[in-house]
């Protein structure tokens, strides 16, 4: 939520922080802005609402500068205006700073700094923070400004609880910017000549490959031509260089009219990356080195629990059946942010998952640090490999599914469900798997990726549906067994990106209440391919069309009958129902977006979200 980039070195600064900020503007998109170093003193230009709107004021007044800091804000404390966007500067105007988390103590903070005569402009959190650096720096004794400024932030940031990154720059200091980071990303950018801030990679890729991820209480100084990573309590820090393995352009839209298409095209590739070299034919199992667990261990954990947020959350639940089904283990599905506060009984046999794509998701991570608190090993299905979760996990098995940028999630979902599908095979298969299950199940997940692609050539005929649906007041969302989990994640996506109210609901609760709103205005989009429960599906199809409601079916070519009953149908390849989920969400995320882009709605920039959930 929010981001960050900050730039020093020998080239104009405004361009590099703008540029950087349009690669962020999906982490949080109600206002920009950037401070810059000018040789006397520091040039504020912040705005209200997009980039764009911050570019219309760079280009007008066209700041001169070679160092500044940026940051796009995703609103926690005050309203999205001027006053309130980033950067922040301190009582005496000379010193700004951006500012990604939440100070939780800031009113203490404010109040006290308000009794020592400071006068604040904004509602936020991130003001107080920058008087209270502003205030340790004015009161030091040091003759050396850098020294000043280091030790300002360090004594600011031991006062404050809650979570933060930071980078600060200050006129009397200006070959200098300082950051810092705890419970918030910040990773530093090496180039020649020149280094950056970043909250996320993605703003810097253009400039470098190499980086080094900040830990949770780094305190880094870089200049033109070099940096400095220290304990926020003294002392030296741990640093490591890192590579990044994603390219500028796997970070753009190219010819697609927005990320989230293209991120849905993207999953017959995402999926292959997520299986590559994790299939034995031989041994008829997959192979998850990243667990860091023998067989024997494995084979002593007698339960799972799954927990994430979102459609990480629905992608768990698919999880949850996958290893019931195929490895026999009994498992359990927790959101994340309610796990943290449940007292879920545990033993050392209990092994624990977090499901995140971003690996910042502060609900997952705290879920995590409260299970390794109870002393449970805990392993991380992760997309961000530099991420928090990533880096505090015992483990895990990484997705590969390379940058999502949309808000509404969709590739990482499928490739989440896939590398729980692996999991499930290796867990299967040290326990009552018979060789030639897991075979076929090897057969059938490597046959997916050319199934998706199938799906995603009737788009055009899911545009014509979504158009057709497109202005209605609510839909609802049905799936039974592995497919329920897809039914809530199909609403999620209607909701978030095209406002429509939307709910997924088990296909036979409907005549436990749900059927009361069915009515001609509220289509029900029922996922019903050709399975076990497939007849139970066209029962619950016929009570929704008695009583007038539209229906929209998902269901398996080669199975006549479906459309006597349902008004439109979208069809998917034959597949075992353990992997229909991978196949049935592709239909609802295209409906979705479709149906989004014929409502004029912002597709990859959903009003009031963010793309990682970094406050709780
Ligand atoms: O990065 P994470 O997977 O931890 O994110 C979890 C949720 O915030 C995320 O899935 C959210 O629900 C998406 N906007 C759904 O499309």
């Not at 860091?292 to 994430?308: C, F, H, T, V």
């Not at 050319?450 to 609802?476: P, S, W």
């Not at 997924?504 to 029922?526: M, N, R, T």
């Amino acid at each position: 939520m929010c981001g960050i980039i900050g730039y020093i070195g020998n080239r104009q600064a405004s361009p590099i922080l703008l540029d950087g900020l349009r690669r962020l503007e999906y982490r949080g998109y109600d206002s920009a802005g950037m401070a810059l170093q000018n040789g006397k003193d520091l040039q504020v230009l912040r705005r209200a609402g997009r980039i764009d709107n911050l570019a219309l004021l760079v280009a007008e007044k066209k700041p001169q500068s070679h160092a500044g800091i940026s940051h796009t804000r995703w609103a926690t404390h005050g309203a999205p205006t001027d006053e309130n966007a980033h950067p922040h500067r301190d009582q005496s105007g000379k010193l700004a700073l951006v500012h990604n988390g939440v100070i939780e103590n800031y009113q203490t903070l404010r109040d006290a700094l308000k009794l020592d005569g400071h006068l604040f402009t904004s509602e936020t959190d991130t003001e107080v923070l920058a008087h209270l650096v502003g205030k340790y720096y004015d009161e030091s004794s040091d003759a050396d400004p850098v020294q000043r400024l280091i030790s300002a932030v360090q004594s600011a940031l031991v006062r404050v609880k809650g979570t933060y990154g930071i980078a600060v720059i200050h006129t009397e200091a200006p070959e200098v910017m300082v950051g810092a980071r705890l419970g918030s990303p910040l990773v530093v950018g090496l180039g020649e000549g020149e280094h950056f801030l970043a909250s996320d990679v993605s703003a810097i890729v253009a400039h470098t490959k190499d980086v080094i991820y900040l830990n949770d209480y780094d305190v880094v100084t870089i200049t033109k031509s070099g940096f400095d990573v220290k304990h926020l309590e003294g002392g030296i820090a741990k640093v490591l260089v890192s590579r990044v393995d994603f390219t500028e352009e796997d970070a753009e839209m190219g010819d697609f009219p927005h990320f989230m298409l293209k991120e849905i095209y993207e999953q017959p590739q995402s999926i292959q990356n997520a299986l590559r070299g994790r299939l034995s034919r031989d041994e008829a199992t997959a192979v998850l080195g990243g667990l860091q667990m023998s067989p024997q261990e494995l084979r002593g954990i007698d339960r799972i629990i799954l927990a994430g947020c979102g459609t990480a959350y629905h992608a768990a639940m698919v999880g949850e059946y996958l290893i019931e089904t195929l490895a026999r283990v009994p498992t359990e599905v927790e959101i994340a942010s309610e796990f943290r506060y449940r007292n879920v009984p545990t033993d050392k046999n209990t092994l624990q998952f977090v499901v995140s794509q971003s690996g910042e998701t502060i609900d997952t991570l705290a879920a995590l640090r409260e299970a390794k608190r109870k002393g449970i090993k805990v392993l991380g299905i992760v997309n961000n490999v530099a991420s928090t979760i990533a880096r505090e996990t015992d483990g895990g098995i990484y997705i590969h599914a390379g940058p999502e940028i949309g808000v509404a999630a969709t590739k990482s979902f499928t490739s989440q469900v896939a590398v729980m599908t692996l999991l499930s095979l290796l867990l299967g298969r040290i326990r009552n798997m018979s060789s030639t299950d897991g075979l076929e199940l090897i057969e059938e997940m490597e046959a997916i990726p050319d199934k998706i692609t199938a799906i995603l050539k009737q788009a055009d005929h899911i545009k014509e549906i979504a158009n057709k649906y497109a202005h209605v007041e609510g839909m609802l969302f049905m799936g039974r067994q592995m497919n329920y989990p897809v039914a809530m994640e199909g609403a999620l996506k209607m909701k978030e990106i095209s406002y429509i109210y939307a709910s997924g609901h088990p296909s036979a609760e409907l005549k436990h209440g749900v059927i009361a709103l069915v009515k001609p205005e509220l289509p029900s989009v029922f996922i019903a391919p050709h399975d076990a429960v497939f007849e139970k599906n066209i029962s619950n199809i016929e009570e929704v069309k008695a009583r007038k409601g539209p229906v929209i079916a998902v269901a398996t070519e080669g199975h006549p009958g479906i459309e006597k009953v349902a008004d439109d149908v979208i069809y998917i390849p034959r597949c075992p129902s353990v992997l229909s989920p991978l196949l049935t969400v592709i239909p609802l995320q295209l409906l979705s977006y479709y149906v989004a882009v014929a409502r004029g709605c912002d597709v990859d920039k959903p009003r009031n979200l963010a793309k990682s959930v970094t406050v709780e």
